[in-house]
């Protein structure tokens, strides 16, 4: 905890203090902490909880309430990040600080946090943009006379970015607390080296795996990372993840005992031992309108819910305990329904992950169980038919319909399309659904099961033992309640990625990294292009053993109406032609 704190969770209800001269603001630790939060506040990009709709893009969900979307290609400025404002502010920031009068000590823990936040600022860039102009420290002012060509910066290559966020993350991790601070919303060393060996791994992969997209790169390397700088990446992530797991005072969360929960608590609960640093919110005052949007209908607080809601996809990729074909259970070998007791039976013995992750038939979210119900199949003479209704709709002999939480394939607005919703950061709270109130659950960024997962994957791209690259991945699948892995390839890094930190902002540019959007995501009618839902169906054969279970069917999601298609040319946004216009010397990316 720094200097002038009373509280670090009300930490981010401050507001800029940018009315006040400089004097005023960095003599002041209590302004000081303002322009901070200010800052910390101007980091939502890419998937965040202030915007329900970036986690329907992917994946991992899909939207759900009104007509279907029809979204046919990612844009050529998704995610992208090019903040030279905030840059500058932090610089500024810094340039006030060192000259205040501060004790020593001091102003080193601030320097240190904004240039956290200025070296987060520039891996979002480099991530989204390759290459961006360094500044470093320098502040550009225009002044009448001044040749415009002296402000104007070229971009660094890729590599050079991702070495200049390496150096600055070793270089703040020496001056900053080790301590950790309530609701992990400000930086320390962890988050430092956090992001040192996620940006480490990001550079390793990119050069490692260009090959797969030969054509994405630029002559002067804007674009695109030398193959043989690989292995000197991998190594800084692979010792960077080492000193975290051992030295910092962070671990993995496992105080409850049904592994679900515990999952679930890991990343919801703002006193998790797991979360290194987070995006937080505090009501009153901040807070966002997540579980507004993706709450289930039967435990919602307001009229909305079920915006965007998970996909079967995803589900099915969360494996059995001890299998690791995670597809559902649905028909028997002959092509037949299986008929299920209850409607909970068919995710049993699956990955716990997938409680704290998602809400599936009969399920508990908010003490209500979740029952998703499609219709209802009935015999007439001898033949299957399905009756259906709108959601709480019952018929006076077969009884309910379709359930309150659907689904359907109907256009009503807030009615689930998919047959799951969100459990992870939809906060236990049914006032957090209102519009009124709105969730102060946090959005986490960094936690330590990621740097078990660096440790594992730049392990494995080293040549690291088996034993030893295993048992870094086993740490995690034995908090989750699943069978240990004796042998990894990247592909099983794929996967443990994949359902460890569903919704977390991590698939989108872990696939593009890795070099296999395009693959995965081929604009096709595949298993992982294509969006799929899961319609569960409740019997009605009175005088049959198969009375009143339950049946699934696996369909197309009604409302992605498009394969996702992520082009050559999404490796890389476009760089903006007004950024052009301001600086004629920034190089065009790729197929622009």
Avoid at 5 to 23: H, Q
Avoid at 169 to 191: G, L, P, V, Y
Avoid at 460 to 484: D, F, H
Wanted: charged share 25%; glycine share 8%; aromatic share 14%.
């Amino acid at each position: 905890m720094l200097v002038g704190i009373s509280a670090c969770s009300k930490f981010l209800d401050r507001e800029s203090e940018s009315i006040l001269g400089e004097e005023q603001v960095y003599s002041d630790e209590k302004m000081i902490l303002s322009v901070l939060a200010n800052y910390y506040g101007r980091m939502d990009w890419s998937q965040n909880l202030t915007d329900p709709g970036s986690f329907a893009l992917l994946d991992e969900a899909g939207f759900s309430s009104g007509g279907p979307n029809n979204m046919q290609t990612y844009t050529d400025s998704l995610w992208y990040v090019y903040d030279y404002r905030l840059v500058r502010n932090v610089n500024e920031f810094i340039h006030g600080v060192k000259g205040s009068t501060l004790a020593d000590e001091t102003k080193l823990k601030y320097e240190g946090e904004a240039r956290f936040i200025r070296a987060w600022t520039y891996f979002n860039m480099v991530r989204s943009l390759g290459g961006v102009p360094l500044v470093g420290d320098e502040i550009y002012d225009y002044e009448q006379g001044t040749d415009p060509e002296s402000l104007q910066v070229a971009r660094a290559t890729e590599e050079e970015t991702y070495n200049y966020i390496i150096e600055e993350c070793s270089a703040i991790a020496e001056i900053m607390s080790e301590a950790t601070n309530t609701n992990s919303a400000r930086a320390n060393k962890w988050t430092a080296l956090a992001l040192k060996a996620r940006a480490a791994l990001y550079a390793g992969s990119i050069a490692k795996y260009n090959y797969r997209t030969p054509e994405v790169k630029t002559s002067g390397g804007e674009v695109g990372i030398p193959a043989d700088k690989a292995n000197g990446f991998f190594q800084i992530a692979y010792e960077t993840a080492q000193e975290i797991i051992q030295q910092s005072p962070y671990a993995l969360y496992d105080k409850n005992e049904d592994k679900g929960r515990n999952f679930y608590e890991a990343i919801s609960s703002k006193s998790s031992n797991e979360v290194i640093w987070a995006r937080d919110f505090i009501y009153p005052g901040q807070t966002h309108m997540f579980a507004n949007n993706v709450i289930a209908s039967s435990v919602r607080g307001d009229i909305d819910a079920n915006i965007v809601t998970p996909i079967l996809n995803l589900v099915e990729d969360f494996e059995y305990i001890d299998d690791r074909n995670g597809a559902l259970k649905l028909e028997d070998p002959s092509g037949e329904y299986i008929y299920y007791d209850n409607p909970q039976d068919v995710f049993a013995n699956k990955d716990p992950r997938l409680y704290g992750t998602v809400i599936y038939s009969g399920a508990d979210f908010l003490g209500t169980t979740i029952t998703y119900q499609a219709g209802v199949r009935y015999l007439d003479n001898g033949q299957w038919r399905v009756k259906t209704g709108i959601p709480g709709a019952e018929d006076p002999t077969m009884g309910l319909l379709t359930s309150e939480d659907g689904p359907t394939t109907s256009n009503d607005q807030f009615v689930n399309k998919t047959g799951f919703n969100i459990r992870k950061f939809v906060e236990e709270n049914r006032d957090a659904s209102t519009r009124g109130r709105g969730s102060d659950m946090w959005f986490v960024r960094f936690r330590y099961a990621e740097f078990l997962m660096i440790a594992a994957e730049a392990g494995l791209e080293l040549g690291k033992s088996q034993t030893e690259v295993a048992g870094y991945i086993n740490q995690i699948r034995e908090r989750a309640g699943i069978s240990p892995l004796t042998s990894v390839t990247l592909d099983d890094i794929i996967q443990e990625r994949r359902v460890e930190f569903a919704f977390e902002d991590h698939r989108y540019w872990d696939l593009k990294r890795w070099r296999i959007a395009h693959q995965v995501w081929g604009g096709q009618d595949t298993p992982t292009a294509t969006h799929y839902a899961l319609f569960p169906y409740r019997i009605y054969a009175p005088g049959t053993a198969n009375h009143d279970k339950w049946v699934f069917e696996k369909r197309k999601a009604s409302h992605t109406l498009y394969p996702r298609y992520f082009r050559f040319q999404n490796y890389y946004n476009f760089i903006d032609q007004d950024w052009i216009n301001q600086n004629p010397k920034l190089v065009r990316n790729p197929y622009q």
